[in-house]
Every structure is written in C-alpha cells, then in structure tokens.
C-alpha cells in the first residue's frame, strides 16, 4: 500500500470542465471517499487515477511515483466497478489470477493467492464457479478479491454497492470497511450515496460541479460545513433566505429576526439541521430563539419523526424528534414553539 | 367476457402457431422433394417413385467435375471466411467501438453486398478485373485468386454484421477491468474482448461460409476454364440433364451444412447471436 497524491488535476471536454483543480491527499492505509452529486466530477477523478481518462492539467502521484501519463496496466492500482466487470468466461478463480498471471507470478503461487484472496472475501470454494452462476453480493465479492489479489498500491471503488439491494448493501459497507482497515488499505470511493459515504470513510470529500467543496471528517462536513452547498448536500437543514442585518443578527425574508453566530452583513442563509432543534407546546426560556408556529405536517421515520412547522408565511422549519416515550409530538395543525441556541445555526452570505 | 379474452387469446395463439407452421413447410417443402428425389431409382423424375436406390450417389463419385467443383468451392470458402475474418473482425471492433465522420456510411457500405444483386456484384467485378488486368499486366480474370477476393465481399457482411452484434453485448468495462490488471491493448483482445465476442465470430464465419459455398450468380463471372464451383457444375449439368444426380448432390450439400450449423451451436449458441 502507499499514499495517493492529486495535484491540482484537472479534465475538459471542449469548454466543459469534468474536473477543476482538484488536489487531495491520501495516506497510506487511509480511506477516502469522494461524495457528490452525478455529473460532479468525482467519477472522472477516479478514472483519472485509475489511468483511463488522461488529464488536461495536473498530476497523480502513487507511492511518490508520478502515474500521470502511465496507462492503467502500469499503474498497479486496483479497481472495483459498478458493474463489477468480471470476465464472463472465466471462472472465479480465473478472474482473481487474472492479475497475476500479467505479472508474470509462478503458477504455484498464483494458486496459493487466489485462494487467499477468495477466502478474504469469504468465497473458498466457489473457485470453480462462473461468474453468472453467482449472486450480485458475491460476484461484487469476487471483484473485490481480483482487484486486491494483485496486492495493488491503492483500492480504487467506483460505486461498488450500488447494484445491491439496501439490506446487502449495509452488510458489505461495513465487510469492506472492515477488511481495508484489517489489511490497512490506501482506498478511495466514489459515492453519491452520504450514508454509504458516512459509514466507510475516514475523511470525505464533497464535491460538485467538477470541483471539491470541502474536505474532512464525517464531524467536519456534518458539523461546520463550509459552504451552502456541503450544508446542502451532508445531512439535512433547513435553509432560510434573508438578510444578515449585523454580526449575530439575521432577519429572514419572511420577517422573523434570529440570533446567530458571526456573519458579515449582507444578503445569506441560514442553515439548521432539524435535530438542533427543541419543540414544545409552551414557549422555552433559556434560548437565543424561541418562535411560535403551526404544524403543517409530520410524517413518522421510525427511530425519528420528521415535523415540519409554519413560522410566516415564507418560512418553514424541520424539526427531527427522537422518537423515545415522553417525546412531545403534536398533531397537525397544533400551535407550537421552537427553540434553538443561536450557535446551532450556521449563516451562509451569498 | 373472461371466457371471450381467453377464447381471443388461444385464437391468436393458433393463429401464430399456424402462420409459423406454414412459412416453415414454405421454406422446407423443396428440401424435403430434393432429398427424396435423391433416392428415386428411376432417371427421368415422376411421380410416384418406382423405386428407390443409392445410385445417384455412386454417380457423383463417378464424375471429376463434382469432385472438383466441390473441392474448389470448399476452398475458396475457407480461404474467404478466413480472409473475411482477417478484414471484417478489425472492421466491425472499429464500427462498433470507434466514432468517426463517415462510420454510417462505411457500416452501410460494409453490408451491402448483402443487398446488391449478385449478377451486378458479379459484372462490376469482372469489369474491375478487366481493368487491373490491362492496368497490371498480370493474369487476373478467371484466377483463382480473383474468385477468392470476389468471395471475401460477401462473406464480409456476414462477419460484420454477427460480430458487431455480439460486440454489443460485451460490457466494455470488463476490458478497463483487464487493463486495469496489468493487461495492455494488446493481451485485453486476445484475453477478454476476443473471447467475449467469439460466439458472434463463429456465426459469423459458418454463415459467410455458407453463402460462399452456395454463391452462383457472382462466381459465374470470375470462373476460369477448367476452374468451376459447385453450385456452377450443377448448373451446368443441368443444362443437359435431369436425372437425380443433383439432388444427390444437393443432398450431400444440405448433409453438410446442417452437420456444420450443428457442431457449431454444440459450442456456441447460434440462436443467440443470429
């Protein structure tokens, strides 16, 4: 395993830019996730590294060893696909030596590592199956061993679990993860799926429209986003639009006035995340923001129940409330009160 | 009104089932005439048989000219099947896989000896060959060679056709896969992409052979003297004859394709490339 570095790597197709200046650092034995919209480059970045999409501008660094202009077979790089992208008329076991019959390994050993490999994945025995004699979960299994069979430099995953079905999908989250920090991976994913992003990474990166919003830890992103979009995109918020009067002091379109944290005057936003904030039947002292408003509608989640409240006529608050026995959950149409401490909100200019 | 949905229902299945029976006997019909023909004892062909007997075929062993037609005949379709693999395998990757300006047209242009009329096939080729003759100075009408190239146009629509097919089928990715495994350009065709689409190249290459063993119309044009094909030989005799050798031999022809098409779908499934 090594370290992954991207220097400021870009693509363009004609006037469209796939990927903008992107530079990360992946250490050794570190997984990174790359999250975001499609369209928003994360892909391409990742066929980058992987060598089937050479760039327009910047460099990819494996090990310290620049890859940039090295086609994929030279690259060591080990990749797991969408579709999986086994070989049809192999078996399982074929596939897994695949690797390593290219790089010219002794038979015998081949043998000893695919074997190795298959047991990794839990799949001993299945050797001699084609692969359309397998489920999605193992055949996506069998790819996993083929791509570290060759004991590859970085693990590269574009989407690997979208194709499972979502029970199966948060069994192999956790399988892969376990397995990268046991064997102590470099990986990067790609993902659109935040949960999926959440579970696996080590730090996430959050990109959109070919370029990174942000970097950091699931706390980072989730926490102290750095811009509307990551606020966005990262868990859920609230967003109201108005106006940052003064440092601390934000009025929203629809006219409430708000206690925030910092801000520089001028037009903004102003994020919440639903779980922020308290509801109760009687107003709450002891809060930067306690506003009367009306429920318009709740729908239940489970674990959580998911309440939406009328506050003017422009704006509408999500509230997330734990769904534990004492819990207050009023009906439609009730008049309540919300709450939340002015540092619980984060304000966005524009 | 269920009972009348079921009723319209079977009566479209009989319907289907009727209309797939007829055209089958429609197609059938002849062969199975040809074949029985075979066996009648009698020289002149009427109806009913006065007997049957194995002399016909004994009667084409007799006779150089099938033995010879058929052993030329054998050959070129070999050697155009595999000249046609040679250009119509790298032509169809190239259709299927390449976008380029003039890729509908060259695609067109590729399966239009399937369209064009075997005698203007067949005249416009004699006409070139004329020309390269005079041009070059060397022999080109009527050799052996000559009827080859001939044969390798239309074999290649077939390959082209077939092997384009299957390649769509192949997901691409598999063959990033093998690259990405350490297998270059050229180990990813011969390993994953050439494997993938094998099925396609055999169909291919049994149906382009089969449409040169049969070719009549444009082999009439490039023959030589002494240098006739089967279907021609058969044409030929017919002339002067009609005794049951032909369907003798037709027999034998019909014997082996269907033993080729057979040994070929044991290996791939021709119902799923065709």
Same mark, same amino acid.
């Given at each position: 395993m /090594?370290?992954?570095d991207?220097?400021?790597l ?11 200046e ?10 990174l ?6 369209? $928003? ?8 590294v ?6 327009t ?8 060893r ?10 060591? /790089?080990g ?19 695949f690797?390593?019959?290219m790089?010219k ?5 081949i043998?000893?590592?695919v ?17 359309r ?12 061993a ?6 590859p =430099?970085?693990?590269?995953?574009d989407?690997?679990?979208?194709n499972?079905? /979502? ?32 579970t ?8 959109? =429209? ?7 830890t699931?706390? =980072? ?17 609230t967003?109201f639009e ?11 379109d ?5 206690? $925030?944290?910092g ?6 936003a ?8 308290g509801i109760?039947? /009687?107003?709450?002292?002891?809060l930067?923001?306690s506003?009367?408003g009306?429920v318009e ?9 998911d ?9 509408r ?18 008049p309540?009160h ?10 966005f200019n524009? | ?11 479209g299945? *009989? ?10 006997a429609?197609?059938l019909?002849?062969?199975i005439?040809?074949? *029985?023909?075979?066996?009648f004892?009698?020289?002149i062909?009427?109806?009913?048989p ?5 002399? *016909?075929? @004994?009667?084409?062993?007799d ?20 000249l046609?693999l ?21 695609g067109s ?21 004329v ?9 080109v009408?009527?050799?052996?060679? @000559?009827l080859?190239?001939?044969h ?5 629509p ?26 270059n350009?050229?180990?990813?065709? *011969? ?22 063993f ?32 032909i @369907? ?5 022809q019909? @014997? ?10 044991r290996?791939?499934k ?5």
């Amino acid at each position: 395993m /090594a370290r992954l570095d991207i220097e400021s790597l870009s693509k363009r197709y004609g006037d469209f830019h796939a990927v903008r200046e992107v530079s990360l650092q992946v250490a050794d034995g570190e997984f990174l996730v790359l999250l975001g919209p499609s369209g $928003c480059g994360k892909t391409t970045t990742l066929r980058m590294v992987a060598g089937f999409i050479e760039p327009t501008a910047g460099r990819v660094k494996l090990g310290g060893r620049e890859v940039t202009l090295l086609p994929p077979w030279k690259r060591n /790089a080990g990749m797991v696909f969408q579709s999986y992208a086994l070989f049809p008329h192999l078996t399982v076991a074929q596939n897994v030596a695949f690797g390593l019959e290219m790089r010219k390994v002794p038979r015998a050993e081949i043998g000893k590592r695919v074997e190795e490999a298959l047991a990794l994945v839990r799949l001993g025995g299945l050797g001699g199956r084609l692969p359309r004699q397998l489920s999605g979960g193992q055949q996506q299994r069998v790819a996993l061993a083929r791509a570290l069979a060759i004991r590859p =430099d970085v693990l590269l995953l574009d989407e690997p679990l979208s194709n499972l079905d /979502a029970k199966l999908r948060q069994e192999v989250r956790v399988e892969i993860r376990e397995l990268q920090q046991k064997l102590g991976l470099t990986a990067v994913m790609v993902t659109h799926d935040q949960e999926e992003a959440l579970t696996m990474a080590d730090r996430l990166v959050v990109m959109s =429209d070919g370029a990174v919003r942000q970097v950091g830890t699931q706390r =980072d992103l989730y926490e102290r986003p750095a811009n509307r979009f990551v606020a966005d995109f990262v868990g859920r918020s609230t967003f109201f639009e108005g106006e940052v009067e003064a440092p601390g002091r934000f009025r929203t379109d629809g006219g409430l006035a708000l206690a $925030c944290v910092g801000g520089t005057p001028g037009r903004g936003a102003l994020a919440l995340r639903p779980e922020r904030v308290g509801i109760a039947a /009687a107003p709450q002292s002891g809060l930067d923001n306690s506003l009367p408003g009306t429920v318009e509608f709740i729908s239940y989640l489970g674990a959580l129940i998911d309440i939406h409240v009328r506050l003017s006529p422009a704006d509408r608050l999500i509230v997330h409330v734990a769904n534990r026995d004492g819990a207050f959950v009023p009906e439609v149409g009730q008049p309540v009160h919300v709450g939340w401490p002015a540092a619980a909100a984060q304000v966005f200019n524009e | 009104m269920n009972a009348f949905a079921v009723l319209r229902r079977r009566a479209g299945r *009989w319907a289907l089932n009727g209309a797939a029976t007829l055209s089958l006997a429609y197609i059938l019909l002849p062969l199975i005439f040809v074949v *029985w023909l075979a066996f009648f004892r009698q020289e002149i062909p009427s109806f009913p048989p006065e007997g049957y007997s194995l002399r *016909w075929f @004994a009667a084409i062993l007799d006779q150089r000219k099938f033995v010879d037609g058929f052993s030329l005949s054998f050959q070129v379709g070999v050697l155009a099947t595999g000249l046609g693999l040679l250009l119509g395998v790298p032509a169809a990757l190239c259709l299927a896989r390449y976008d380029f300006t003039w890729r509908a047209p060259l695609g067109s242009l590729l399966l239009m000896p399937l369209i064009v009329p075997g005698v203007v096939l067949g005249t416009a080729m004699y006409v070139f060959h004329v020309e390269l003759e005079n041009a070059l100075d060397v022999d080109v009408i009527g050799t052996f060679y @000559a009827l080859v190239s001939g044969h390798v146009v239309i074999v290649i629509p077939w390959i082209v056709r077939l092997v384009t097919a299957s390649l769509s089928g192949v997901d691409r990715t598999i063959e990033e896969a093998a690259q990405n495994l350490g297998a270059n350009r050229w180990v990813t065709f *011969w390993r994953v992409t050439l494997p993938a689409i094998r099925p396609g190249i055999v169909a291919g290459a049994l149906f382009g052979f089969v449409t040169s063993f049969g070719n009549l119309e444009m082999s009439l044009f490039l023959v030589g003297p002494g240098r006739t094909t089967l279907p021609i030989v058969i044409l030929q005799y017919l002339e002067w004859k009609i005794d049951p050798t032909i @369907a003798a031999v037709s027999v034998v022809q019909i @014997a082996l394709i269907a033993i080729a098409m057979l040994v070929t779908d044991r290996y791939v499934k021709l119902a799923r490339v065709v």
